[in-house]
């Protein structure tokens, strides 16, 4: 039976949505390993466009975060809203500029929080025995909704190639592209950790 893994999206494009080759190297090594991907984004819109050409937001564009994830997909991708966590195996979760930026919202205080939809979703996950990939800037997501791995040390204070993982808490915390912008030691080091994810989701599932 293979493993069913949600590869989470925030978008595309690293600057205002899910980083492509984090998403592709991710969803490569899953699918390499007999995982079952299935592709998922949550509601709303974009916190902003960016050109990515010069970097600059954009001030009369709003995308929506489906229609952007979209382009990241072969096959179906689905509301966040509309799938349970306690049927997925395992979360892997891409970096990329627009995770922290649209799986945030300001409450009244104008506080930056995790938006429910993705907090209640990982919680949920987590407790039914499930497993969390973080990568690169995902991180921020993964520890504000899972207030115990807090202490999880820092990503950028890790060296290339390593990656924190806790079986107890069921995560892994991946620099990813934060580390290196060589695309042949990103793909490299992808695997190694969706390795790690894939043993971790099995010993949790089976115990």
């Not at 999206?9 to 699918?31: A, I, M, Q, R, T």
């Not at 916190?47 to 990515?52: A, C, E, K, T, Y």
């Not at 993705?118 to 973080?134: D, N, Q, Y």
Request: glycine share 8%.
């Amino acid at each position: 039976m293979k493993h069913r893994v949600l590869l989470l999206l925030s978008g595309c494009g690293n600057l205002d949505g899910s980083d492509p080759f984090e998403s592709v190297f991710c969803h490569y090594w899953l699918e390499k390993n007999g995982c079952e991907v299935i592709y998922a984004a949550p509601s709303g819109t974009q916190l902003h466009s960016v050109n990515h050409i010069d970097g600059k937001n954009s001030r009369t564009q709003k995308r929506v975060i489906l229609q952007e994830a979209a382009r990241l997909v072969r096959g179906k991708l689905f509301p966040l809203k509309e799938l349970s966590p306690k049927l997925m195996d395992g979360i892997v979760i891409p970096g990329g500029q627009g995770t922290p930026k649209n799986y945030f919202s300001l409450n009244k205080n104008k506080i930056p929080e995790i938006r429910s939809e993705i907090r209640l979703f990982l919680k949920r996950h987590v407790e039914s025995r499930g497993t969390v990939l973080a990568i690169s800037l995902s991180e921020f997501v993964v520890r504000r909704s899972l207030p115990d791995l807090m202490d999880a040390p820092d990503l950028l204070a890790l060296k290339p190639g390593q990656f924190v993982s806790n079986e107890e808490f069921g995560v892994v915390l991946a620099p990813g592209s934060l580390l290196t912008s060589n695309i042949t030691t990103l793909f490299i080091e992808t695997e190694r950790v969706i390795n790690e994810f894939i043993n971790i989701m099995m010993k949790r599932k089976s115990s």
